[in-house]
């Protein structure tokens, strides 16, 4: 199987007359088609929201775009918070999944009338003593052991941070109950970047079978489910994509099965999705600027693991496309690399790519999702631009890159370094 980029060589050609490599290119239209589907692939179920994972791409531009689709934000800091306030997503329009979190993070969310969703029992009372308790208020599950499907999905709950054990969730709803709170929802991620449309109808079955015990052992009736991230997408070229209407149905029929018989089945159930939202809708386009023969072939682009970390920090695939040479066979053997000392800084390693020369554009796909927001300032390389490919076919910078002057800011040392003129 092939995988296409959403641009071509002549767009890139005509893109860069205006903005030079490297870039992260995002696709208005495709973001936009597929936030459709998964609306409608919930659409049976009353009170369905998608809450964009903002961490996944932290874009104003983009979140608009996602708010014009109907979805809210997840946030889990304080920038978060501001970037979803400044589209206009308030109140309830944001999930704000806790950990770990400081003070200052829940009173934002608490001014804003964002659902708070708890991390752990002993937040109960730091909350309570920092703001109240609100009157909706979400518990993160950790059901602890192996999570495995029988196929290649497997994680790991008991080795993760995330949650309340059970006991610590019915104990907790209750204590909530007391202290003033009205409405209940439970939340849960067991699994990341799943290629498998089983993998949301068995998460669903798990959480439908925990609200019909808390039901039975509280006396709560919850009234949203919020199944979070974690559907994923086929990075590799042979992987089959998820198929988000089987996934809506399988979750569909669990609802059926397991909440309706227990008088659950106006609960709302949630999602809060980052990568299926849009990384294949993001890609990175750079150019080789040199090439090098030692006891390895290389290729050395213009982008670094500064605009892509997934690679280095998990030794992830994003696959390559050499624009103007998808038909040319792959009969070279390459690692394509970033400029940072750092030897991780790897786009791919031995890789069979079709020949590539100097000034050659290349894709790096599905880079829309965790690409640019993983960045960071290594080797003190800055950060490039990020544009967006619209539906009119125009294209619009919606990040510029940073320049000496941003990586300079935070400190004061001497004039020279703060009279930058770029
Ligand atoms: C990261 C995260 C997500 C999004 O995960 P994806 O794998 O991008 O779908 C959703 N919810 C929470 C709480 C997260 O931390």
Redo the contacts with the bound molecule.
Sequence with gaps: MMKTPFVTLEQVKEITKTYPTPFHLYDEKGIRENARKLNQAFAWNKGFRE?F?V??TPNPFLLKILKEEGCGA?C?SLTELMLSEAVGLTGHDI?F?S?VTPPEEYKKAYELGAYI?LDDYTHIDFLEKLTGIPETIFC?YNPGGVFGMGTDIMDTPGEAK?GFKKNQLLEGFLRLKRMGAKHFGV?S?LA??TVSNDYYPELARILFELAVEIKEKTGISLEYI?L?????VPYYPDQKPNDIMVIGEGVREKFEEILVPAGLGNIALF?????????PYGCLVARAIHEKHTYREYIGLDACAVDLMRPAMYGAYHHITVLGKENEPCEHFYDVTGSLCENNDKFAVERMLPEINVGDYLVLHDTG??GYAMGYNYNGKLKHAELLLKEDGSVQLIRRPETPKDYFATFDFCDVLKDIKY
């Design positions: 809450y994972a961490k996944a997840d889990s999930m999944s950990n969703n993160r995330y939340h991620f990341s970047n919020n979070s991230g974690g559907i994923g999602t809060e999705l980052g990568r299926f939202m849009l990384a999702a965790h």
